[in-house]
């Protein structure tokens, strides 16, 4: 499965990429605002994340920039990851929303893009609402989500990411994907969605 934005090409991760994503989740500033992702991150975390088979109905996905002629980017560079993962509640199964975003791309508008890629995909899978979570001192992701039409549940909890070493408070966000609500158009600013179980080791 694959989706192409204006700018990036979202894909499956493929074996080889683990270099690539090594140095993206390797970055400290990074991984601390994902909960599943170990700490110290190497070689063999990002080797396991780039060989895992992907879901049909909880994606994820590379965000990628696409090979092109005469374009100002590295062919084909990583740019960061999103997708779903399957979330237990005491009323049944939810699909939780997760992205993160490599530093040097930050505040390219690239997670907000992405998204909107993603969510426009996700109805045709069965998906009708879903959930996303970001740590309170984390306000550029807050703010991507509600770009992408997620609103703020009033629900807050201790959240820990290895990254961090001690628990933090984390807001949890909640869309409605048959409301058509597209979000904020205002400006953009990235950051990296803190709870993402799809990237347990990435």
């Given at each position: 499965m694959f989706v192409r934005s204006q700018n990036l090409f979202l894909r499956p991760a493929w074996p080889e990429d683990w270099a690539a994503i090594l140095g993206a989740v390797g970055d400290e500033a990074v991984?601390?605002?994902?909960?599943?992702?170990?700490?110290?991150?190497?070689?063999?975390?990002?080797?396991?994340?780039?060989?895992?088979?992907?879901?049909?109905?909880?994606?994820?996905?590379?965000?990628?920039?696409?090979?092109?002629?005469?374009?100002?980017?590295?062919?084909?560079?990583?740019?960061?990851?999103?997708?779903?993962?399957?979330?237990?509640?005491?009323?049944?199964?939810?699909?939780e929303f997760g992205y993160w975003i490599a530093r040097s791309y930050w505040n390219r508008g690239y997670a907000t893009e992405a998204g909107r890629a993603l969510l426009g995909l996700l109805p045709v899978l069965g998906h009708r609402?879903?959930?996303?979570?970001?740590?309170?001192?984390?306000?550029?992701?807050?703010?991507?989500?509600?770009?992408?039409?997620?609103?703020?549940?009033?629900?807050?909890?201790?959240?820990?990411?290895?990254?961090?070493?001690?628990?933090?408070?984390?807001?949890?966000f909640a869309i409605d994907l048959q409301l058509g609500d597209g979000g904020d158009t205002g400006g953009d600013s990235e950051g990296n969605v803190a709870d993402m179980a799809a990237l347990r080791a990435a």
């Open positions: 991984a601390r605002n994902l909960r599943s992702v170990p700490w110290p991150y190497g070689e063999a975390e990002a080797r396991w994340f780039a060989s895992q088979p992907q879901d049909p109905h909880y994606p994820h996905f590379l965000i990628t920039l696409p090979k092109g002629p005469g374009g100002d980017h590295p062919g084909g560079a990583l740019v960061g990851c999103i997708g779903l993962t399957r979330r237990q509640e005491p009323e049944g199964a939810t699909a609402q879903l959930v996303a979570c970001c740590f309170r001192d984390n306000p550029a992701s807050a703010r991507v989500l509600r770009k992408l039409g997620f609103h703020p549940t009033g629900q807050m909890a201790l959240r820990t990411a290895p990254a961090r070493g001690e628990p933090a408070p984390a807001a949890t």
